[in-house]
């Protein structure tokens, strides 16, 4: 079958009542037949479901349709996409360890790394995207892990995936990978030998702006070790969110085909507007690394960015003038979202570490949703007439 019919095919076992969709877990606990039945879960002789911190049926299934959508072995579901990745360093990195990671990430990331994995005595190291010749000189006898975002957080950067792969498997560290923008649908790190896959299934997988979740596949004994950290330290996702996003994978493919269609049509109709100094999409020739895109991606997803001219007052004022844009903390969602990262998600870095990672004061990230892409673009153009 293929990835997707997987997926949707993918489900908790029936109830006696035979329901064709999935029901709703809501329950903190389970029960047992016996004492030696419940001794067995704990002893983790079994499978049987003890306390939701740790399973749910629900959570369970939304988990396997990941795996499902990104060739893993296994995986594991949080209450957001931040506490998969808070979870995944933690489980790995410890006292005295390295971490090296691409610089382009998203703002939160950016404050794990640089503000709290130093509490735990943890070291890192920046590299920089458009210097890849450089990454390997910046591996440390004790670097553990490789982390990347492809595409980048707003910037819309890419790393070769088999490239990377193979730089972290010579040196014999962990590669992870943040897959959010992307999507399974567009891109599977696994396929090219990432370890760890990561999500914020806030986003796409949700689709429609309502439920938090984050979930790590991947191989299935690093999966055990996330599993062990994360059921003693609590970062569980709720059954409801799982049960909303499950479904939700269901149409996934479907969604993320309109979205990059009309997120291509977009950037590609507005690149060389008289007020952008350019146009960034994964799928447009301009893009540096178009040929990485067309070879790891099968679409270039749901996100274009571009620089106006006139810098911080520009992306103010463009914003302002929207109409139709929503403005909010998000993207991956039907509506069609606008952010100024300088501003927003990235503020907390000095401007100093926002350029380096290409965020300039008049960056727009542009999360496209699944309106009448004419209406999109005639709300973007009077906004530029406007800014």
């Known amino acids: ?40 879960a704990f002893a983790d002789e079994t499978e049987a479901n003890i306390y939701s911190r740790f399973s749910n049926p629900n959570v369970q299934e939304f988990t396997d349709r990941v795996c499902a959508l990104e060739g893993a072995e296994a995986g594991f579901a949080t209450a957001s996409g931040m506490a998969a990745i808070f979870g995944t360093f933690l489980s790995f990195l410890k006292t005295g360890d390295h971490l090296l990671s691409c610089s382009s990430i998203f703002g939160s990331t950016h404050s794990l790394i640089t503000k709290y994995l130093s509490r735990w005595g943890i070291s890192y190291t920046y590299a920089d995207v458009n210097q890849p010749d450089t990454w390997a000189s910046l591996i440390q006898p004790n670097t553990k892990m490789l982390f990347i975002e492809t595409p980048t957080n707003p910037g819309l950067d890419l790393i070769d995936l088999e490239w990377v792969s193979n730089l972290a498997r010579q040196a014999g560290i962990l590669l992870v990978v943040d897959n959010c923008f992307a999507t399974p649908i567009a891109q599977r790190p696994i396929d090219y030998g990432a370890d760890l896959v990561i999500h914020s299934a806030t986003k796409w997988m949700d689709g429609q702006g309502r439920v938090l979740g984050g979930v790590v596949v991947g191989k299935e004994q690093l999966i055990h070790d996330i599993y062990l950290f994360c059921r003693t330290t609590g970062p569980a996702l709720s059954p409801f969110n799982a049960w909303v996003l499950s479904k939700s994978l269901e149409t996934l493919q479907v969604r993320m085909d309109r979205h990059a269609s009309s997120a291509l049509t977009l950037a590609g109709t507005l690149e060389g507007h008289p007020r952008l100094s350019w146009m960034k999409y994964p799928f447009l020739p301009s893009h540096p690394q178009y040929a990485i895109a067309t070879k790891q991606m099968t679409n270039g997803g749901g996100i274009f960015c571009f620089e106006l001219k006139g810098g911080l007052d520009s992306g103010r004022r463009f914003l302002d003038a929207l109409e139709l844009l929503s403005l909010t903390a998000n993207l991956g969602d039907s509506r069609t979202i606008a952010s100024h990262p300088a501003s927003t998600t990235h503020a907390k870095l000095s401007e100093a570490e926002r350029l380096a990672v290409g965020i300039t004061p008049g960056l727009i990230r542009i999360s496209v949703g699944l309106e009448d892409p004419a209406d999109l673009l005639a709300d973007i153009r009077q906004a530029l007439d406007r800014c």
């Open 1 to 40: 079958m293929k990835p997707i019919t997987k997926a949707i095919r993918t489900r908790i076992a029936q109830t006696g009542e035979m329901e064709h969709s999935s029901p709703l877990f809501l329950t903190s606990s389970f029960t047992y037949d016996s004492a030696e039945d419940m001794r067995a």
